[in-house]
């Protein structure tokens, strides 16, 4: 029979605490959505999952208008069929981007509304936010409110493990640090951003990262590691393929190198497409008109420059290329001889210069103010972050105190348990041998006494008649336990041990007298001789009896019957 061991509920409960805590302070407990990676759009069923991840990459990468116009095609009919609001929503997001990209406004205003418009979903705002990153403005904010703009959105897009934002939104703060000064964290945004697109990578070639990259290399002064990125870029034709790219990459590499034939390309490519991919062209077309002004061409300059206003150039007047502007206008008319408009646009230039001069040192003070800000809120993150790990060490640490607790208190009631029934098992014994020994002293004590009287009655009288031997016989026979006397015996038994002979009794219900007496004398522990002698039978009639009875108990031969008999003790005995 197998007894199962019985714990404390409080102790059975100590290691499902232990793992609580643990999980509590490490913020296991909350669990990031599962989403569409490398996106943050939630996982959902197909054709939804593949077509959302090709549609975020495709806008976010440099997919093709016209493979852009499909794929929107299929979600949207796709989306219909399935009648879901929030796969319904996703369509009219889609249709929105695809109208933006077309440049109808409108369009895109309506279909954004109407991505809004339907049921609230478990996606609503991280759509909502998807459609405000599209028309955020930077100038919106100061410089110190951008930043924990677009920390609290780094926040976001990481528990969705978005990394097409996290892209965008580390590029965003490279620049803002950049522009700051603050170089430790403009590396660490850097590689971050690198981080994003590598994953992102995985699921499809981005290769607009690669280009931005060598911007970004640009803007931190490492002149010699963008042009050499641009160079590999510009002679990889998978990157190529696209016609909006290589005037981008000719015109970067100009800047760089001061390559006018880089230049020219650029000019030659954005004139035969017509396009303006990035607002390339009108600084192109300024670019071109300094130089042509260069090689002493007024009037090819004067038609440059222009084109270029008439593209947008000069429309921000706090920037490099609006002072360029006003300077080759200027020099423009002092080549062609008319020193009173010349005279007029250098003092415009010099006016303009002396704006850009008092916005840089304005923005240089913003930007030490920024800074300091910014250093605050790190140190605070890293003392939150060290709080933090304090906090979790201490309750990991306290998570195994318990659980060490817990197993040395098991430990010690394992073993007091094992003690308990060693002294149980040592009671019983002690107690199987005091019937034993009780039940042969009383038999054998009353049998001597009698037997020494009759025996002094013989001497006396020193005459042995027949009459004597029987009364002596008599007496002999009296030692032998009488049924009375048995019943008495097992009266004892199931006095100290009430569940013994009930227990047996329910296991074997057709159990005779004469094999519950051999039961009773083997569970007390007297052996086979023993038992012939208590009973009066031969060795061979008390063997019998014990095969019987393990017949009936159903024993294999390996299994010892005092052992086995010993079980029905111990309440119901196993079977």
Request: aromatic share 8%.
């Amino acid at each position: 029979m197998t007894r199962r061991l019985h714990m404390p509920p409080v102790l059975r409960l100590l290691p499902v605490l232990a793992a609580i805590c643990l999980l509590l302070a490490s913020g296991a407990c909350r669990r990031a959505p599962r989403t569409v990676a490398p996106t943050g759009w939630l996982a959902t069923s197909e054709p939804f999952d593949s077509l959302s991840r090709m549609l975020d990459l495709g806008f976010s990468g440099d997919m093709a208008d016209d493979s852009l116009r499909i794929v929107c095609r299929w979600f949207d009919s796709a989306a219909r069929r399935s009648a879901d609001p929030m796969q319904l929503s996703r369509a009219a997001y889609w249709r929105g981007r695809m109208a933006r990209r077309e440049g109808r406004d409108s369009a895109e205003r309506a279909e954004m509304r109407l991505a809004l418009a339907g049921p609230a979903t478990p996606e609503t705002d991280y759509l909502r936010r998807k459609i405000e990153w599209l028309d955020e403005n930077p100038h919106d904010y100061d410089r110190m409110q951008w930043y924990d703009f677009l920390t609290a959105d780094v926040e976001y897009y990481l528990r969705r493990h978005d990394d097409v934002m996290l892209y965008g939104r580390y590029i965003d703060l490279f620049n803002l640090m950049r522009d700051v000064g603050y170089s430790g964290q403009t590396e660490k945004y850097l590689a971050m951003a690198d981080s994003c697109a590598a994953r992102i990578s995985g699921y499809r070639p981005l290769r607009g990262s690669r280009i931005n990259r060598a911007l970004l290399l640009y803007g931190m002064g490492r002149r010699e590691e963008a042009e050499t990125l641009l160079l590999s870029l510009r002679q990889d034709p998978e990157v190529t393929a696209n016609p909006d790219v290589p005037p981008l990459l000719d015109y970067n590499l100009y800047r760089l190198s001061g390559d006018t034939a880089r230049l020219h390309s650029a000019y030659v490519a954005l004139s035969r497409t017509g396009q303006n991919p990035y607002n390339l062209y009108a600084e192109v077309l300024l670019h071109m008109a300094v130089e042509a002004l260069d090689r002493n061409q007024p009037a090819r300059c004067d038609s440059l420059l222009e084109e270029s206003r008439r593209r947008g150039a000069g429309r921000r007047e706090i920037s490099d290329d609006y002072l360029l502007l006003l300077h080759t206008e200027a020099r423009l008319q002092d080549t062609l001889g008319d020193y009173r408009r010349a005279a007029r646009g250098y003092a415009r230039y010099a006016e303009a210069a002396d704006s850009v001069r008092r916005a840089l040192e304005d923005n240089e003070l913003l930007n030490r103010e920024t800074l300091q800000y910014m250093e605050g809120v790190e140190r605070r993150h890293i003392e939150h972050s060290r709080r933090m790990e304090r906090m979790i060490w201490i309750a990991a640490t306290g998570c195994l105190l318990l659980v060490a607790l817990a197993i040395w208190l098991t430990v010690r009631i394992r073993r007091a348990l094992r003690q308990r029934r060693a002294s149980q098992r040592e009671i019983r014994e002690s107690e199987r041998q005091r019937m034993a020994l009780q039940i042969v002293t009383d038999r054998r004590g009353e049998t001597l006494s009698d037997t020494r009287r009759q025996l002094e009655q013989m001497r006396r009288t020193a005459d042995v008649t027949a009459d004597d031997v029987a009364r002596l016989l008599e007496i002999l026979k009296r030692g032998e336990l009488s049924e009375a006397q048995f019943a008495s015996f097992r009266e004892m038994v199931e006095k100290i041990r009430p569940e013994f002979v009930a227990n047996l009794r329910n296991r074997c219900p057709r159990l005779g007298e004469s094999a519950l007496r051999v039961a009773c004398y083997t569970y007390i522990g007297l052996d086979t001789k023993e038992i012939a002698q208590v009973m009066n039978v031969r060795p061979e009639s008390v063997k019998q009896a014990r095969w019987r009875l393990r017949k009936a108990l159903s024993l294999p031969p390996e299994v010892d019957l005092r052992e086995a008999l010993s079980e029905f003790d111990r309440g119901t005995p196993s079977s």
